[in-house]
């Protein structure tokens, strides 16, 4: 019986990732290949999708078809929609009928399966085997949802990209699904392709943008509520000056799709001030383009992915900032963010630290394996400690020695007073929390405070 594959990408990244996979032949060959384009974008309707992306045309040719998820599921987002149980037969009839499977076997190649679109998709084709494909930091960390629906017992691997050497993934791995690295080779290759595809002239502001510069990458991290809009561009701002600071002239912002571009003046009015130029790179393209096409002196950014494909692929020096904070703001602890926060400010030197940045070096995989693993581990168990009871004893002994001043901010004392951890609450102590006299009497005493203040 004939074989369709049906690949599902939110990203222009993800796209060239399952591109890499193809031609390394960690995907097995098919007799279709499909390619379902989503956009998870908060108003899809005004955000351009992958592949209206600059440099997307030779992503194309790979596979035999193209559609769009939120065409089929419109006028629904695709971030929000799961199949209701009774209706899922009927689904899998209407997506049969709508992309012309017939009766072939499906293979599902999907990304982020904790959640919809991917998990939409995964329990509309109840039968099909799953690879999974990480694009990003988030694959060294958890799993964060529960999957259901027998999604977990079909997933044969995980593929993910060698971003940071050493090092093994967390993500599907409590179910014993093995990992497999898509060739570092192979993924410069199609990244190379897109970049040849996405000429200087087509995006606006590379043209302009001075060789040797600082590339600064915004995040938006006021959409996802971990900071305020002022915050981030506080944030923002401390860049610049970090970039200055650091000898930097030539500065070039690119700021993430969707910020809002009032954002941007301040910018360069500090820039200015600081004896700066600042350039904004206004078209969405992938970072790694920008590293081909005008190679910076330097990139700066939060916890973007986009650092460490700097550093490993293109060996471009590269520096972080406000990472502390993220982790102090990161709500609930199991927020899937925490890891790559967790990996980036491990690894990566401070911009505010001039003399580290200009030092810095990446880590050889040895000393990656022996450092930053068991801290992964341990933030990971704390993160979803019934998903990894076999991580206990590692993340006890790493406690239990390792907790300095340091790494503290890695971790909440109350969460390791959850789990009984060590670096908890003293025991004479943990009750207070929970007594409800002494939350009565604290309540009572903050509103004389203010009465009296008042």
């Not at 000898?247 to 600081?274: D, M, N, S, Y």
């Amino acid at each position: 019986m004939a074989t369709t594959q049906i690949f599902l990408a939110s990203t222009l990244y993800g796209a060239a990732t399952l591109a890499a996979a193809m031609d390394a032949g960690s995907i097995p060959s098919a007799d279709r290949r499909i390619l379902v384009v989503c956009n998870n974008a908060s108003v899809p309707e005004t955000s351009p999708s992958l592949d209206q992306a600059p440099g997307f045309e030779p992503l194309r040719g790979r596979f035999d078809r193209l559609v769009s998820w939120n065409e089929v599921i419109h006028p629904l987002h695709p971030g929000g929609w799961t199949p209701r149980t009774n209706e899922i037969p009927m689904w899998e009839r209407h997506l049969r009928m709508l992309w012309h499977l017939g009766e072939s076997d499906v293979q599902l190649i999907v990304e982020s399966l904790q959640v919809p679109p991917a998990l939409s998709v995964a329990q509309v084709f109840l039968d099909a085997p799953l690879t999974v494909y990480a694009d990003g930091l988030m694959s060294y960390g958890p799993t964060r949802n529960k999957l259901g629906l027998l999604v977990d017992t079909r997933i044969d691997k995980l593929l993910h990209l060698d971003l940071v050497p050493g090092l093994e993934p967390m993500l599907l791995s409590e179910f014993g699904v093995p990992s497999e690295v898509v060739p570092t080779a192979e993924f410069t290759k199609v990244l190379a392709e897109v970049a040849a595809a996405a000429g200087v002239s087509e995006v606006e502001g590379l043209q302009e943008m001075p060789r040797d510069s600082a590339l600064l990458l915004g995040q938006y991290l006021s959409a996802l509520n971990i900071l305020s809009a002022e915050e981030e561009e506080r944030l923002h701002l401390s860049m610049v000056r970090g970039a200055v600071a650091l000898g930097h002239r030539q500065i070039v912002f690119k700021p993430h799709p969707t910020a809002p571009a009032h954002w941007l003046e301040p910018l360069k009015v500090e820039a200015r001030r600081l004896g700066a130029e600042l350039t904004v790179l206004n078209t969405p393209v992938l970072a790694e383009v920008v590293y081909q096409k005008m190679r910076p002196a330097l990139v700066v950014g939060c916890f973007s992915t986009a650092l460490l494909t700097a550093s490993v692929l293109y060996d471009i020096p590269v520096a972080r900032t406000g990472t502390r904070l993220l982790l102090e703001r990161l709500a609930p602890y199991q927020n899937s963010n925490r890891i790559p926060v967790t990996i980036v400010h491990a690894m990566l030197p401070d911009l505010d630290d001039a003399a580290a940045v200009r030092a810095w070096t990446p880590p050889s995989p040895q000393s990656v394996a022996a450092d930053l693993t068991p801290l992964l581990h341990t933030v990971g168990y704390c993160m979803q400690s019934k998903a990894y009871p076999g991580l206990r004893d590692e993340a006890v002994a790493w406690l239990s020695t390792e907790l300095t001043a340091e790494t503290w901010p890695y971790f909440k004392k109350r969460r390791l007073t959850t789990l009984g951890l060590p670096g908890a609450i003293p025991a004479r102590l943990a009750f207070v929390p929970r007594n409800r006299t002494v939350r009565r009497v604290a309540r009572r005493a903050r509103a004389l405070k203010k009465a009296t203040i008042g």
